[in-house]
T-cell receptor, first 113, second 111 residues
Framework: NAGVMQNPRHLVRRRGQEARLRCSPMKGHSHVYWYRQLPEEGLKFMVYLQKENIIDESGMPKERFSAEFPKEGPSILRIQQVVRGDSAAYFC???????????FGPGTRLLVL | DAKTTQPTSMDCAEGRAANLPCNHS???????VYWYRQIHSQGPQYIIHGLKNNETNEMASLIITEDRKSSTLILPHATLRDTAVYYCIVRDYNYGQNFVFGPGTRLSVLP
């Protein structure tokens, strides 16, 4: 049973470009969570989605960031007009039910030049 | 903010048991104790979780005090590959959605 998959694993963008990060949850999991880890810091929750719905986006910056989890295909975290402060590791997790254990992917490391 | 407190760092000799403590004095009845670890910036890896009773799996044991205000994660025979940051997290079963990660404990397993 494949785990949570994320791609790309590394992404380099110049300031002002867009970054798209993809997350495929574990098979049978319909709940997806995105976390961000800034250098030398802990993980911070960003957004929680269930198929086609955003349930909690309390941790997501109000501007430039958006997330979706369509009926078909992976969840996508989109960052528009990236700035250097967006450089971080972005982790996706999934669970079968909201109360259950979350399993994390390997992360996408975004570097903004 | 995280509801747990953990030592910043610990050392353990290879082959010995690693005992990682966690205080969660404000834990409520519906909150589980979860342990994850993060090895060198990889994605967090689930280890174990429990509510009241002690738990054991192939990776570790979790000992929860009777008053539930603290717990200990035990790695019975630590190896060099167990060097990681270990996170203790409390999470409400009914309402919890995201995990709140604190700074964790940096465990160094020494040869």
């Amino acid at each position: 049973n494949a785990g949570v998959m994320q791609n790309p694993r590394h992404l380099v963008r110049r300031r002002g470009q867009e970054a798209r990060l993809r997350c495929s949850p574990m098979k049978g999991h319909s709940h997806v969570y995105w976390y961000r880890q800034l250098p030398e810091e802990g993980l911070k929750f960003m957004v929680y989605l269930q198929k086609e719905n955003i349930i909690d986006e309390s941790g997501m910056p109000k501007e430039r960031f958006s997330a979706e989890f369509p009926k078909e295909g992976p969840s996508i975290l989109r960052i528009q007009q990236v700035v250097r402060g967006d450089s971080a590791a972005y982790f996706c997790a999934s669970s079968r039910q909201v109360q259950e254990t979350q399993y994390f992917g390997p992360g996408t490391r975004l570097l903004v030049l | 903010d995280a509801k747990t407190t953990q030592p910043t760092s610990m050392d353990c000799a290879e082959g010995r048991a690693a005992n990682l403590p966690c205080n969660h004095s404000t834990i409520s009845g519906n909150e589980y104790v979860y342990w994850y670890r993060q090895i060198h910036s990889q994605g967090p890896q689930y280890i174990i979780h429990g509510l009241k009773n002690n738990e054991t799996n192939e990776m570790a044991s979790l000992i929860i005090t009777e008053d539930r205000k603290s717990s200990t994660l035990i790695l019975p025979h630590a190896t060099l590959r167990d060097t990681a940051v270990y996170y203790c997290i409390v999470r409400d079963y009914n309402y919890g959605q995201n995990f709140v990660f604190g700074p964790g404990t940096r465990l160094s397993v020494l040869p």
